[in-house]
């Protein structure tokens, strides 16, 4: 669906995004991900067209963007940070008003904006003024502004932004239910946001893309410490540690909290891409102890997020 090869983008001396590669398929709801001023909105920007990247190519669908930005930009729904709205017009005529510079016609237009008020949730404030919106309402707007004509593929940046978190909720709601039908590009800066929503993950750090996978493979990914925890009833501790320390790949084990109603709470740090627990079950099988739990940590995005960046 989109290509891009060797993408840079240079202001005067000072390198924004750094000869990335990036192959995004049709249907996936990508999250792209960095701290402030990682690269992250001039990628956008060089992908919706509005910016031209100083070296690089981007193809979209059959299109190069250096022959047939028009054709690109008309596959393409573009949610900027800020919605631009015109903030002295009603909803309705706003909506009638992109539905016109759009092309789309008299019956097409007013069907149009019927689907996109129930989808976005507008029914009840289209004879308001913009300006007496919440920003949550806002960027319903201006969301339904970028899907006006029904593109292929749809860019948001921040779409989040600013919200509070029910607000957040309900973006992040309509955001999957579009994904059923689209290609969609998100970024962010908050991981919970691209947790739950994103099909896949680009993390981008001084212009570089530094990690891009599935948000699952992400999480298993690296060749970090991972951490297995067991309960075990009628245990000691310091038994516990002599007979798994001696399992090749355990680095650490380490008790949790204070044993309470018998049950000894016990954390393994294991330095090997290996999954151990079966190992670590078979040598508490060989013993008196009861295994009351037995599960390996996941990371979650914060902590793959924090390892990536931490130089920055």
Sequence with gaps: MIHVENLTKYYNDFCAVDRINLDIEK????????????????TLRMLTGYFLPTSGTIRVKDYSIDESLLEI????????????????????DYLNYVAVIRGLKQDEKISRIRELADLCGLNDIMHNSIDELS????????????MMSDPE?????EPTSGLDPNQIAEIRQIIRQIGKEKTIILSTHILSEAEATCDRVVIINQGKIIADDRMEN?????????????????????????????????????????????????????KTAVDLRKTIYQAIKQTDWNLIQL??????????????????
């Excluded at 067991?230 to 084990?253: N, P, R, T, Y």
Aim: aromatic residues 6%.
């Design 27 to 42: 249907g996936e709801i990508l999250g792209l991900l960095g701290p402030n001023g990682a690269g992250k909105t001039t």
């Design 73 to 92: 930009k008309k596959l393409m729904g573009y949610l900027p940070e800020s919605a631009p709205l015109y903030h002295n017009m009603l909803v309705f």
């Design 135 to 146: 920003k949550g309402l806002k960027q319903r707007v201006g969301l339904a502004h970028a």
């Design 153 to 157: 593929i749809l860019v948001l940046d």
């Design 218 to 270: 992400l999480k298993q990914s690296g060749g970090q410490e991972n951490f297995i925890q067991i309960s075990l009833l009628d245990a000691e501790f310091s038994a516990v540690k002599d007979a798994l320390s001696s399992i090749e790949g355990i680095i650490k084990v380490q008790q949790m909290d204070e044993t309470q109603d018998g049950i000894l709470n016990i954390r393994l740090a294991c």
């Design 295 to 312: 599960y390996r940590e996941t990371k979650n995005l914060e902590t793959i997020f924090r390892e990536l960046t931490k130089e920055n």
